[in-house]
């Protein structure tokens, strides 16, 4: 099992954050980062506004298919799971 997600998929989560919280430099965001609490900061709001996205551009609902939001972990699981997926 890979523990992150291609290059695409992880330069679109990095466009996909920066839209959802504003936050220009999230666009250089690195891959282990958390994205709750001390990394990168998401909260509820912006975590939603994450996975309406991620829903959108992918297909893929987090919520729905991963119930311990484990793949919320960084941007690398996030990417991971995406690609999972989508393969």
Do not use: C, K, W, Y
């Amino acid at each position: 099992m890979r523990r992150d997600g291609g290059p695409e998929i992880i330069a679109e989560l990095r466009e996909i954050l920066t839209e959802a919280t504003g936050r220009a430099e999230l666009a250089g965001v690195g891959e282990q980062v958390p994205l709750f609490g001390a990394g990168v900061g998401l909260d509820s709001l912006t975590g939603t506004l994450l996975l309406r996205e991620v829903h959108r551009r992918f297909g893929v609902d987090v919520a729905g298919e991963d119930l311990n939001l484990d793949a919320l972990a960084t941007l690398g699981t996030l990417a991971a799971f995406i690609e999972e997926r989508t393969a």
